[in-house]
């Protein structure tokens, strides 16, 4: 039996559930792109619109910018379904509150899986995570513990992986996905062209793995199981 385990195939439909715009590219969406080309559904919802995510502009800028591009990227990867809230970037805690958005959004949805970032305090040694995704990731295992009735499966993307999904034939698609954010990585690295930045993450975000034959994979974490 292998040590990590292939990805669930008995599901529908999949709520992503993230802090900000970008965090599916940064992660998944090679994933997701293989889960719509199969006919499943996948569903994003943001906590808020990384109004603060681009350096030198104005908030009530960069959120309706982000939110465009955000937009444009989930509908390369066969995902048109993406609801934004209004949690102020950069201040995402585990508070009562969104807990409660994220109890509602799943009980509404019902999805059989949901799929959401790494809360670990570090993604390697000495390559600390984002105090947002920690907090964010926390709120969703709390408020799924919180129902009556939850989904199947709840993952986590991040290292140290229990499944992963092999995503040959899916590269480009995540690269496109990812380089759709191309004033947000244009500002985030100006001397590094968008589309390098892009296969360079899509690289490490679903790097070959071993125990799946070197294919390129991404990797989940199982966090809970209704089933």
């Known amino acids: 039996m292998l040590a990590v385990q292939p990805f669930p195939s008995d599901w529908r439909t999949c709520l992503v559930l993230v802090p900000h715009p970008d965090d599916p590219e940064y992660g998944i969406c090679a994933a997701v792109a293989k889960w719509t080309s199969a006919g499943k559904t996948v ?9 603060r995510g681009i350096a030198g502009m104005a908030p009530e800028q960069a959120g309706p910018l982000r939110e465009i591009e955000q937009r444009r990227s989930a509908a390369i990867v066969g995902v048109d379904d993406v609801d934004f809230w209004d949690f102020p970037d950069s201040d995402i805690r585990d508070t ?13 949805q019902a999805p059989d899986v949901v799929v959401t970032i790494y809360s ?10 984002q105090r947002d995704h920690i907090e964010f990731a926390n709120a969703v295992a709390h408020a799924y513990d919180s129902l009556s009735d939850p989904p199947c499966w709840l993952f986590e993307n991040g290292p140290q992986m229990t499944h ?6 899916y590269l480009d698609h995540a690269v496109a996905a990812l380089a759709a954010h191309q004033k947000y990585l244009s500002v985030l690295d100006p001397d590094t062209p968008v589309i ?21 994979t991404v990797g989940f974490i199982l966090k809970r199981s209704a089933c």
């Open 120 to 129: 670990g305090s570090e993604w390697a040694p000495g390559a600390p995570n």
């Open 96 to 108: 009562p509150q969104l807990r409660a958005k994220i109890a509602e959004t799943i009980t509404a």
């Open 43 to 51: 569903r994003y919802a943001l906590a808020c619109r990384g109004e």
């Open 196 to 216: 390098e930045q892009a296969r360079r993450q899509v690289g490490m975000s679903a790097a070959p793995h071993p125990e799946f034959d070197g294919a390129p």
């Open 164 to 169: 992963g999904e092999t995503v040959d034939g």
